[in-house]
């Protein structure tokens, strides 16, 4: 099982950023798939969900209206796009494999944003 996120960087403040988590080793359609982040000195936190299917997506308040989160149950891929970056979005980004007990999660990718 591999989860491999991609896309992190530096960034400016309003810019934007995508991430990706490339799936092996596991049925991918069969998983939900969540976007977590931690901060330095914060508690890792919920980004996003997504789904099986990808019908049904939800949100930390934190990020609604900025951030969304997608998949391709074809290339085995979860995506999140992020807009409108700020200062504390500044973490990072874990994405994570969910059925029942079952839970795997990538590596992380680092986020800056920074004027």
């Known amino acids: 099982v591999l989860l491999v996120e991609s896309g992190g960087g530096l960034v400016q403040p309003g810019g934007s950023l995508r991430l990706s988590c490339a799936a092996s080793?596991?049925?991918?359609?069969?998983?939900?798939m969540s976007w977590f982040r931690q901060a330095p000195g914060k508690e890792r936190e919920l980004v996003a969900t997504?789904?099986?299917?990808?019908?049904?997506?939800n949100y930390a308040d934190s990020v609604k209206g900025r951030f969304t989160i997608s998949r391709d149950n074809v290339k085995n891929t979860a995506y999140l796009q992020m807009n409108s970056l700020k200062l504390e979005d500044t973490a990072v980004y874990y994405c994570?494999?969910?059925?029942?007990?079952?839970?795997?999660w990538g590596q992380g990718t680092q986020v800056t944003v920074s004027s």
């Open positions: 994570k494999a969910a059925l029942a007990m079952r839970n795997y």
């Open positions: 080793g596991f049925t991918f359609s069969s998983y939900g």
């Open positions: 997504i789904s099986r299917s990808g019908g049904s997506t």
